[in-house]
């Protein structure tokens, strides 16, 4: 049986072994595991562009699995074959995957029976937001930083009305998709 493994520098792309020779499949009876891994403080947003990967009821025979984590002692996250492209991984709701920390680990295998084209995936760094500091306010959740994809909501204190009552979303830059200040309700003139 032949074993690969690698670790990955900070690109757009992973694939399996033999991609994209179209002519030519997967080999028989590889195990390739792939390491992402970002810098403290980062995820790691994985999509899917297609599997073509021997389909089973269960994934036994050929499968790519998808790990949160440095290797596949990590919690598992994905388990997929079968013939999907795109857009079918997005109906199924199968093409994106987010490492909670700052590494993802990447499982192919095949067996030694029918293989096929194998899969093509693209990764994206995404940065976690640090809590927003706002005058008269109470922010939820209370941790110190959020996810990317995550949000904190905003509670204006009595006597302040918030601008927006949109979530701060975290972007993959580590920004947020709206900014929120608490003002008072009431102004005084002279």
Same mark, same amino acid.
């Given at each position: 049986?032949?074993?690969?493994?690698?670790?990955?520098?900070?690109?757009?792309?992973?694939?399996?072994?033999?991609?994209?020779?179209?002519?030519?499949?997967?080999?028989?009876?590889?195990?390739?595991?792939?390491?992402?891994?970002?810098?403290?403080?980062?995820?790691?947003?994985?999509?899917?562009?297609?599997?073509?990967?021997?389909?089973?009821?269960?994934?036994?025979?050929?499968?790519?699995?998808?790990?949160?984590?440095?290797?596949?002692?990590?919690?598992?996250?994905?388990?997929?074959?079968?013939?999907?492209?795109?857009?079918?991984?997005?109906?199924?709701?199968?093409?994106?995957? &987010? %490492?909670?920390?700052?590494?993802?680990?990447?499982?192919?295998? =095949?067996? #030694?029976?029918?293989?096929?084209? /194998? +899969?093509? $995936?693209?990764?994206?760094?995404?940065?976690?937001?640090?809590?927003?500091?706002?005058?008269?306010?109470? &922010? %939820?959740?209370?941790?110190?930083?959020?996810?990317?994809?995550? =949000?904190? #909501?905003?509670?204006?204190?009595? /006597? +302040?009305? $918030?601008?927006?009552?949109?979530?701060?979303?975290?972007?993959?830059?580590?920004?947020?998709?709206?900014?929120?200040?608490?003002?008072?309700?009431?102004?005084?003139?002279?």
């Amino acid at each position: 049986k032949q074993w690969y493994q690698r670790r990955v520098a900070i690109t757009a792309g992973i694939a399996s072994p033999g991609y994209p020779r179209h002519y030519n499949n997967y080999p028989d009876s590889t195990d390739c595991g792939i390491v992402i891994l970002a810098e403290e403080g980062q995820q790691i947003l994985l999509e899917f562009s297609y599997i073509y990967i021997e389909y089973s009821k269960t994934c036994d025979y050929d499968y790519v699995k998808v790990y949160d984590g440095l290797d596949k002692n990590a919690p598992l996250l994905a388990t997929l074959c079968g013939r999907k492209t795109r857009e079918d991984l997005r109906e199924l709701k199968l093409s994106e995957w &987010i %490492s909670s920390g700052n590494a993802m680990y990447i499982l192919f295998h =095949s067996d #030694s029976y029918v293989n096929d084209r /194998g +899969y093509s $995936a693209d990764y994206t760094i995404a940065n976690t937001c640090n809590k927003p500091t706002i005058e008269n306010s109470y &922010i %939820s959740p209370t941790e110190e930083t959020v996810n990317y994809q995550e =949000s904190y #909501s905003v509670t204006c204190n009595t /006597g +302040y009305t $918030a601008d927006t009552s949109d979530p701060m979303n975290c972007q993959d830059d580590g920004t947020f998709d709206v900014t929120v200040a608490c003002t008072s309700k009431s102004a005084y003139f002279c």
